[in-house]
């Protein structure tokens, strides 16, 4: 059985940090490019993050570059996302995805999803 547990989501004021975890388990990580979508109320689910397989390649929203840091570790089987400098507009649940030899770039590409972790940024 697959699972991605998401977390490390909270209340936060603006201008602060969260790092987000996501634990996999039943699926061979190194075959799996993961990344983090987002999904705020009232709108779609929308990708911020994403790093192959092997972590040399990522990509951010521009909205979140420099920013936000997508991370995995191979021997953990996990992956993060650092999200820094913290702006009300990024108040959504943050879910953990993962592709099979690939990266997950929309909805539709996701073989896996994590239950998601609510992030709240505050004024």
């Known amino acids: 059985q697959v699972n991605l547990v998401d977390s490390g989501g909270g209340l936060v004021e603006a201008g602060g940090s969260l790092r987000l975890s996501c634990a996999v388990s039943?699926?061979?990580?190194?075959?799996?490019?993961m990344g983090w979508f987002r999904q705020a109320p009232g709108k779609e689910r929308e990708s911020v993050a994403r790093?192959?397989?092997?972590?040399?390649?990522?990509y951010y929203k521009d909205s979140v570059k420099g920013r936000f840091t997508i991370s995995r570790d191979g021997a953990k089987n996990m992956a993060f996302l650092q999200m820094n400098n913290l702006n009300t507009e990024d108040t959504a649940v943050y879910y953990c995805?993962?592709?099979?030899?690939?990266?997950?770039?929309?909805?539709?590409?996701?073989?896996?999803w994590g239950q998601g972790t609510k992030v709240t940024v505050s004024s």
């Open positions: 790093i192959s397989y092997d972590g040399q390649y990522t």
């Open positions: 995805a993962a592709r099979r030899l690939g990266t997950p770039t929309v909805v539709r590409e996701v073989d896996f």
């Open positions: 039943g699926l061979s990580f190194r075959d799996y490019g």
